[in-house]
């Protein structure tokens, strides 16, 4: 318990107010690199809403226009214009990287 204590600490000291919602769509992220937002938002059980709001806290803009986290990237399908791809930043992973250090060593 110790070490997800210290991996939800490390997650937080980005942004103490990310609802958990949130946490398990960077998670999911993670997990499906170059993901569709419409598969986060069925796997998650998220509304479309639900889903562009914790894509948009995790992306460069938030929904209030002001800087989001920075740690995936929202980028048209080129399939398929209509659909949001969704990968991580540079800064996504690095910190996706220290969550397994923290949780596996």
Known sequence: MEKLLAAINAVRALDPDMPAQ???TLLYVA???NCHK????????LTPASGSRNTDWLGALNRHKRP??????KAADPANKRRIQLSLT???????????????G
């Open 31 to 33: 997990s499906h690199d």
């Open 68 to 73: 989001g986290l920075k740690l995936i990237n």
């Open 90 to 104: 540079t800064e996504g992973a690095l910190l996706i990287n220290t969550l397994r250090s923290l949780l596996y």
């Open 22 to 24: 949130v946490l398990a």
């Open 38 to 45: 419409q598969a986060v938002e069925e796997d998650l059980g």
